[in-house]
């Protein structure tokens, strides 16, 4: 997600004296270089889990993974979206060397998780994850449409949009789910989406 501030563009122009240069070269213009900031979401049948907001100083290491968004989403938001079938809900992540780790597998074993081993993970394509074919793309126009201009106001935007993402579109994302896979296997891993 992005949030606009500007800066100068810092190009030169250099002439020995003699060239004539047109006023509009002379004239800096402003460019728009975005600041990002990474979030963490999950998606399930019942709704969309908070969102988590990575520290825009922090490298994602495995602890980091653990302490900030995992042990949160296990303690808090499966519980909240579940209920009393917590303890059957099956985690299922993308392939970020933090999610991948030893130490957040041991997590997940440590807690009594039930997880979806990588090694048997469908392929790492956007037209197979929920997130990427169903759900940011949504979720970017609705926050472009909010037009935050400081990362403060992009977080509280953000959380904002995730706490109230319509149900009914998280359900249309993830029953396209099998079809999507059936359409990859039909075209022999094939993209999905084609224009």
């Known amino acids: 997600m992005t949030s606009r501030k ?12 003699s060239a004539e240069i047109p006023e509009e070269w002379k004239k800096k213009t402003t460019k728009r270089w975005p600041k990002k900031v990474m979030i963490a979401i999950g998606i399930c049948w019942f709704g969309m889990s908070r969102a988590y907001v990575v520290n825009g100083s922090a490298k994602v290491t495995a602890q980091y993974f653990i302490d900030e968004i995992l042990s949160k989403m ?4 499966i519980p909240r979206l579940y209920g009393n079938s917590a303890k ?6 993308d392939s970020a060397p933090s999610h991948t780790a030893k130490l957040t597998i041991q997590h997940l074993k440590d807690h009594r998780v039930k997880y979806i081993p990588k090694e048997i993970w469908m392929a790492n394509s956007p037209d197979l994850a929920p997130l990427d074919y169903g759900i940011n793309g949504n979720l970017k126009r609705i926050l472009s449409e909010r037009k935050a201009t400081i990362i403060k106001g992009l977080i509280s935007v953000i959380k904002k949009v995730c706490e109230s993402y319509d149900i009914a579109e998280i359900r249309s994302t993830l029953s396209s789910w099998q079809g999507r896979v059936q359409t990859m296997l039909d075209r022999h891993g094939g993209h999905v989406e084609v224009k």
């Not at 500007?6 to 004296?17: A, E, L, Q, S, V």
């Not at 059957?88 to 992540?93: A, H, L, N, T």
């Open 74 to 77: 296990i303690h808090e938001d």
């Open 6 to 17: 500007p800066r100068r563009n810092r190009d030169h122009f250099w002439t020995d004296g």
């Open 88 to 93: 059957d809900v099956i985690f299922r992540m």
